[in-house]
């Protein structure tokens, strides 16, 4: 029934225990394996997760093109509090879209920009979370089926130990004959990060008029030598991994490699930063409604909200969290405006026309 992605079902067993920044339990941490079918029945028992047997109307199925270390311990308080067993298709953007029209035992597509979902409304339940009151106002109404759940800053991400003296601080040096070859970033068909990207290089290199960016677009792919990265994670782990020397991506993920202790650094782009708001989506025709409504008030409630800005690395929807140490406020970054209705009604044209620069550095092959 479930056929794209890769299906995660998670539930942890452990042993210790560290407090809960959550504030309401302790929240057990994985530090081993269990080895046994016979511990396992056993933890499941006492702790009360879940029976990998239950059946989807007891549970709820999410898919989602987050990190999958980002959702674990999200899902799986969420687990604990409400008792609802969650069951979580790890894909890509455009496949959680496709899962959403094709299949109604998916119940929530966790992820995917309000920009990279574009026309897809229409799919989505139209739900107003209990928190909508202490959302910013910017990320209030921005269509039907939409509720906000993490601001997601485009970057770059460079490998400090093999970048050596090239100077990276925006798009512009992207270009440096130098990087040729050495650049990941992810086709914006298939990864909302790229895609969001793209709209940042449009409207940056083009001075507000996308239209006048795609020269520049054009010769950032020539400096892609060819490499198109088959997801939005092959970028980032790939810089953070030494295999590129810097990548298009987003805040949270390079902040993940930082906390790994993997040698990166952030970049803002000196030519600006396009900031957008990923979602929650509710399948209009899903089967378990209330479950699905839980889960979006859950995930954009003050405690999951301030876990996800303090420990990994997002910002926060809500005017009552403070963002992590490790990203640096908005008033000291150019932060670029968009037209959102501009970008939804030309996402496929743009998306076309990129196919068309990678088949021509391609000899013609398309990704």
């Known amino acids: 029934m479930l056929k794209k992605g890769h299906i995660f079902e998670y539930n942890v067993f452990t042993m210790g225990f560290i407090k809960n920044v959550f504030g309401k339990k302790r929240i057990m941490i994985a530090t081993i394996v269990v080895a046994t079918i016979a511990l396992i029945g056993i933890l499941v028992g006492v702790f009360g997760f879940g029976s990998r047997n239950t059946s ?10 987050h990190p999958v270390d980002f959702v674990k311990p999200l899902i799986h308080e969420f ?5 609802i067993e969650v069951e979580l298709i790890s894909c890509s953007s455009s496949e959680a879209i496709s899962l959403i029209e094709e299949d109604e035992s998916v119940d929530v ?7 990279s979902v574009g026309k897809n409304t229409d799919n989505f339940y139209d739900y107003r979370c209990k928190s909508y009151d202490n959302i910013y106002p910017a990320y ?12 997601v800053p485009s970057i770059l991400i460079v490998n400090t130990d093999i970048a050596g003296n090239i100077i ?30 793209l709209v940042n290089m449009l409207y940056a290199m083009g001075q507000g008029k996308p239209e006048k960016g795609w020269d520049y677009v054009g010769k950032l792919v020539n400096q892609l030598d060819g490499n198109i990265c088959g997801s939005s994670s092959e970028v980032y782990e790939g810089v953070a991994n030494g295999k590129y020397v810097v990548g298009l991506t987003f805040e949270e993920a390079a902040i993940t490699m930082l ?37 979006v008030d859950f995930m954009t409630s003050y405690d999951t909200q301030s876990f996800m800005a303090k420990n990994l690395g997002r910002r926060s929807v809500r005017t009552d969290v403070s963002n992590s140490v490790s990203v640096l406020s908005k008033d000291q ?15 496929s044209q743009w998306i076309d026309k990129f196919n068309q620069l990678i088949g021509e550095d391609n000899h013609g092959k398309r990704d």
């Open 140 to 151: 209030q109404n921005i269509a039907p089926g939409v509720t906000c759940f993490s601001d």
């Open 168 to 197: 990276i601080n925006g798009y512009e040096d992207l270009l440096n004959p130098k990087l040729k070859g050495k650049i990941a970033f992810a086709n914006p068909a298939h990864s909302s990060s790229s895609f969001e990207h």
């Open 333 to 347: 970054i150019n932060m670029l405006e968009v037209d959102r209705d501009e970008i939804i009604s030309n996402k």
């Open 56 to 65: 989807h109307k007891e549970r709820l199925v999410v898919a989602s093109p």
């Open 109 to 115: 597509m966790w992820g995917g920009s309000v920009l």
């Open 259 to 295: 906390n790994s202790d993997k040698h990166v650094r952030i970049v803002y782009m000196d030519e600006g930063v396009v900031s957008t708001c990923d979602g929650i989506y509710i399948n209009k025709n899903t089967k378990a409604l209330d479950k699905a409504e839980t889960f």
């Open 79 to 83: 687990e604990l509090e409400t008792g």
